[in-house]
């Protein structure tokens, strides 16, 4: 299948992703990186393996839906089979979700429906929480609110920071996520009206 993947950053899902391609893991290629941050990381993690990037700056636009369109027009260019929001930080609009739907994923840094939006560690932490995670989910319309498919738990310790914990959560989802691509890319992952289906069963 062919992959089109969004980042804001470091791309380091982006590089477990690559990563797992390139072990013949999973059954496709990732055609294009797109960033809207010129000087994300990712982007040169992505030059490095020969992939092509294009920089999208929501800066040059007047509005979010005209940043959208572009966005969208881009990403189509490349033909995708799936398109991979790995630390893409920005909100979509209803037309770029509904284009792709059931052809998106995303990554979130919490045990979803816990956590949506930002700072989930150190919200995490502060509600005393003894478990946190990550989990890889179809996009919706609904901000970190589409069906999940794959969550990965950690502990939290007692003297964790926002920054020991998502380090322990990254490496749970450097193994989560590119094993959900790697389904998909065989056609074991669908999404129906609003839950995902593996290997034909309801998740
Ligand atoms: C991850 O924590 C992911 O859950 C969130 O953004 C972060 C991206 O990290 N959506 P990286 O750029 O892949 O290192």
Redesign the pocket.
């Known amino acids: 299948i062919r992959i089109v993947v969004l ?1 804001s ?6 590089q477990a992703i690559m990563d797992s391609c390139q072990r013949n893991e999973i059954n496709g290629e990732i055609c294009a990186v797109i960033s809207n941050k010129a000087n994300a990381y ?1 982007l040169q993690r992505a030059q490095q393996a020969d992939i092509d990037t294009q920089v999208l700056s929501h800066k040059d636009f007047d509005s979010r839906e005209a940043y959208d369109q572009r966005l969208a027009q881009l990403i189509d260019s490349y033909n995708p089979d799936l398109v991979v ?3 893409f930080m920005r909100i979509l609009t209803a037309d770029l979700v509904q284009k792709f739907k059931g052809k998106m994923l ?4 919490s045990l979803l429906p816990k956590y949506q939006g930002l700072n989930t560690h150190q919200r995490a932490i502060d509600a005393k929480e003894t478990f946190h995670g ?1 989990s890889v989910h179809f996009v919706t319309e609904e901000l970190d609110g589409g069906p999940v498919i794959v969550q990965a738990r950690v502990p939290i310790l007692a003297d964790d920071t926002a920054h020991t914990l ?1 380090q322990r ?2 490496e749970q ?1 450097h193994i989560i996520y590119p094993l959900v691509v790697k389904w998909f890319s065989e056609h074991r992952l669908t999404m129906e009206a609003d839950y995902a289906v593996f290997d034909n069963q309801p998740l």
């Open positions: 980042i950053g470091s791309g380091s899902n982006l990712g929001l790995a630390g995303n990554i979130h840094p990550a998502s959560v990254h989802e």
